[in-house]
């Protein structure tokens, strides 16, 4: 027998905002305004292919405790501007400010986003439980137009703990009044979004755009967002 679901929480990056995409397109526009091919990069895609290796290794060890933002915003940029023999933390700093200021404004977001919120802001109360940072995540979602559907977004800053831990998700059930059995977190990540929220006792839906075999037992699991109307 189903479960009567009530409140649906939703991770944000790479689940509703097209974060690569998003991504993407800033650091084109930065490498262009910056001219970093002027100062030694020979191409946009080599440039965005190492850094994408480094923020992910640097978001990764964010996540864990083992950096603080201010130095997650340039040290990426610095680690990406050395491998091309560049020792330039001015740049690194620059670079990093224009990011932060910029992607948060890019109003790409994964297919069917709208029209799959629009259904489920019908039947259920929305809400956001993301690990990015308290002023991006606002911005980015205004800019994007969907800030309207969700009554609480809580950040891993304001929540003072980070996805996976089973207290950024007490904390979220807390603030929204939502029960554990009431609820269900959907997001792209696995670990992060899925298995966290098991731990907690929440139902999952795991959001696998690219069908990544897996051995883990999750409530549900889809490749698009439009899936989710079979079943919520
Ligand atoms: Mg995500």
């Not at 397109?25 to 850094?51: D, R, W």
């Amino acid at each position: 027998m189903p479960k009567t679901y009530r409140h649906i929480f939703f991770d944000l990056d790479r689940t509703l905002w097209d974060f690569d995409r998003n991504s993407h397109e800033t650091l084109q526009e930065i490498f262009a305004h910056q001219k970093l091919a002027a100062v030694g990069i020979p191409s946009f895609e080599s440039f965005y292919k190492i850094y994408h290796e480094i923020n992910a290794h640097y978001w990764e060890n964010y996540r864990l405790g083992n950096l603080d933002k201010e130095t997650l915003r340039y040290i990426r940029f610095y680690d990406t501007l050395t491998r091309f023999g560049i020792d330039n933390k001015q740049l690194a700093i620059s670079i990093g400010n224009d990011y932060v200021d910029h992607s948060p404004r890019k109003t790409s977001l994964l297919p069917n986003t709208m029209e799959t919120l629009e259904y489920l802001n019908e039947k259920y109360t929305l809400h956001i439980i993301t690990n990015g940072f308290e002023e991006v995540q606002h911005i980015k979602m205004h800019s994007s137009g969907i800030a309207h559907f969700f009554e609480h977004i809580i950040t891993s800053e304001r929540a003072g703990h980070k996805k996976p831990t089973p207290e950024i998700f007490r904390f979220a059930l807390k603030l929204a009044g939502a029960k554990r059995k009431e609820s269900i977190m959907i997001g792209d990540h696995l670990e992060i979004d899925c298995v966290g929220a098991r731990q907690t006792g929440i139902d999952s839906v795991y959001f696998n755009p690219g069908k990544i075999a897996h051995g883990e037992k999750i409530t549900y699991e889809i490749a698009s967002l439009e899936e989710l109307k079979q079943f919520l």
